[in-house]
């Protein structure tokens, strides 16, 4: 193999599955460790101080939003605000229904709306019901690109339909999809048949550091987002649940969050989370703008000297995700690529990094009609705040040469 550098540089590239805390952020959740430690639910001084943060951080987090205060829910995770949405209404709901959502989501949507098609994993309150028939779900195909059309949601939508959940922007491809033109469509509809369903649930939490999150522009009425993914620290998130969405807890105990998440708030979590939220729509556009350069520098260096590449998902623009490059190198196991940049310091993904430990393909490439070998041959390069041209210049000194290697002893094979 090639020979190793004298220094080996550290270049970061999966921003989509984790980012590092801001330094401004940190500095914020400090004191919340062990000077302001108060429950926010207890009637000291200490637990009164917590809970006139908390207030404020809420009031922070729905200014982003451009909602009310009321209306965000703190969760742990961007999995549990999901959870909460889709379970949440479901248990709301008189009788079982129908659901609509795509093939190209989260698992941690895919997750819940399968078990309420399989109805017995149905959180509590539920199973006592004698048909065991579950839900209906339908999920809407992308085209080749891995884009969405709204005319195909509201096409979807029957009588019977309570929910409607579809991705921002697709944490594998980058895809971005037509929500707010989804949310209006729904509107109308709601209005044309005097219906308060389908409710409208979106997961924004790759967006959140790029895209406009003003949930009366979006015109939806649950939106998730996390910490993690806007430099903010991990086991935070929230739920925005609209004015009137009557949703059903899935975590019961002692009532906290309008009790509709109980359990002692993590203050630090949050304070982190309401800081990092506010830097990321505060530089959204700077950033935005800066991140693209940086992918389209790197995919026009990457199509001069490594021949039969393609890009997954849409091309670089409006359509796609700015700090998102999927690239399939046929010929070879993108793991075994993984591996090798690894070695040379340089970290990325073969997709999902919540599910980067199995031996599955990707569901998101294999809705876009890619072959096994194809979904098997293709990494995700996410980009953020540390990365830079000359990191870009150094993956190439050394990618180049891995990919003809590793070409040549896939052929042996």
């Given at each position: 193999m090639l020979p190793k550098p004298k220094k080996i540089q550290t270049v970061y590239l999966d921003h989509a599955a984790a980012t590092p805390v801001d330094k401004t952020v940190f500095s914020a959740m400090k004191p919340f460790f062990s000077e302001q430690y108060g429950n926010p639910s207890s009637l000291h001084t200490l637990g009164q101080t917590a809970d006139k943060v908390l207030s404020d951080c809420r009031a922070r987090v729905a200014k982003c939003l451009g909602t009310l205060s009321e209306n965000i829910i703190f969760t742990s995770s961007g999995t549990e605000s999901d959870n909460l949405a889709i379970y949440g209404i479901a248990k709301s709901s008189q009788a079982k229904g129908h659901i609509i959502s795509t093939a190209i989501e989260h698992d941690a949507v895919l997750g819940p709306l399968k078990q309420l098609q399989n109805w017995a994993c149905?959180?509590?309150?539920?199973?006592?019901?004698?048909?065991?028939?579950?839900?209906?779900?339908?999920?809407?195909?992308?085209?080749?690109?891995?884009?969405?059309?709204?005319?195909?949601?509201?096409?979807?939508i029957r009588p019977d339909t309570i929910?409607?959940?579809?991705?921002?922007?697709?944490?594998?491809?980058?895809?971005?999809?037509?929500?707010?033109?989804?949310?209006?469509?729904?509107?109308?509809?709601?209005?044309?048949?005097?219906?308060?369903?389908?409710?409208?649930?979106?997961?924004?939490?790759?967006?959140?550091?790029?895209?406009?999150?003003?949930?009366?522009?979006?015109?939806?009425?649950l939106m998730t987002i996390n910490s993690s993914k806007i430099y903010g620290p991990k086991g935070a998130a929230m739920l925005y649940v609209r004015n009137g969405v009557p949703l059903k807890p899935i975590l019961v105990g002692g009532g906290q969050e309008k009790k509709l998440r109980s359990g002692t708030e993590d203050l630090p979590g949050i304070v982190g989370f309401t800081k990092a939220l506010e830097l990321a729509q505060k530089n959204k556009d700077k950033e935005s703008k800066r991140v693209q350069n940086l992918t389209t520098y790197f995919l026009t260096a990457l199509k001069k000297v490594v021949p039969d590449i393609s890009l997954n998902g849409p091309e670089i623009g409006e359509d796609r995700l700015c700090n998102n490059l999927n690239i399939?190198?046929?010929?070879?196991?993108?793991?075994?690529?993984?591996?090798?940049?690894?070695?040379?310091?340089?970290?990325?993904?073969?997709?999902?990094?919540?599910?980067?430990?199995?031996?599955?393909?990707?569901?998101?490439?294999?809705?876009?009609?890619?072959?096994?070998?194809?979904?098997?041959?293709?990494?995700?390069?996410?980009?953020?705040?540390?990365?830079?041209?000359n990191q870009i210049d150094y993956i190439?000194?050394?990618?180049?040469?891995?990919v003809e290697q590793l070409r040549e002893v896939h052929k042996i094979k």
């Amino acid at each position: 193999m090639l020979p190793k550098p004298k220094k080996i540089q550290t270049v970061y590239l999966d921003h989509a599955a984790a980012t590092p805390v801001d330094k401004t952020v940190f500095s914020a959740m400090k004191p919340f460790f062990s000077e302001q430690y108060g429950n926010p639910s207890s009637l000291h001084t200490l637990g009164q101080t917590a809970d006139k943060v908390l207030s404020d951080c809420r009031a922070r987090v729905a200014k982003c939003l451009g909602t009310l205060s009321e209306n965000i829910i703190f969760t742990s995770s961007g999995t549990e605000s999901d959870n909460l949405a889709i379970y949440g209404i479901a248990k709301s709901s008189q009788a079982k229904g129908h659901i609509i959502s795509t093939a190209i989501e989260h698992d941690a949507v895919l997750g819940p709306l399968k078990q309420l098609q399989n109805w017995a994993c149905l959180p509590a309150g539920r199973q006592s019901l004698p048909d065991r028939q579950g839900w209906e779900i339908t999920y809407i195909q992308p085209d080749r690109n891995g884009l969405l059309r709204s005319e195909d949601v509201i096409q979807a939508i029957r009588p019977d339909t309570i929910l409607v959940s579809v991705m921002y922007a697709n944490n594998e491809i980058g895809t971005i999809a037509p929500i707010a033109e989804i949310g209006r469509k729904i509107l109308q509809y709601r209005k044309q048949n005097n219906s308060m369903y389908p409710f409208f649930h979106t997961d924004a939490c790759q967006a959140a550091g790029y895209l406009d999150l003003s949930v009366d522009k979006l015109h939806v009425d649950l939106m998730t987002i996390n910490s993690s993914k806007i430099y903010g620290p991990k086991g935070a998130a929230m739920l925005y649940v609209r004015n009137g969405v009557p949703l059903k807890p899935i975590l019961v105990g002692g009532g906290q969050e309008k009790k509709l998440r109980s359990g002692t708030e993590d203050l630090p979590g949050i304070v982190g989370f309401t800081k990092a939220l506010e830097l990321a729509q505060k530089n959204k556009d700077k950033e935005s703008k800066r991140v693209q350069n940086l992918t389209t520098y790197f995919l026009t260096a990457l199509k001069k000297v490594v021949p039969d590449i393609s890009l997954n998902g849409p091309e670089i623009g409006e359509d796609r995700l700015c700090n998102n490059l999927n690239i399939n190198f046929s010929g070879l196991e993108a793991e075994a690529l993984l591996l090798y940049l690894n070695e040379y310091g340089v970290m990325c993904s073969v997709g999902s990094a919540c599910s980067s430990k199995t031996l599955e393909t990707s569901h998101v490439l294999r809705a876009l009609g890619l072959s096994y070998q194809a979904a098997q041959g293709s990494i995700r390069f996410s980009f953020g705040k540390s990365n830079s041209k000359n990191q870009i210049d150094y993956i190439m000194k050394y990618l180049p040469k891995i990919v003809e290697q590793l070409r040549e002893v896939h052929k042996i094979k």
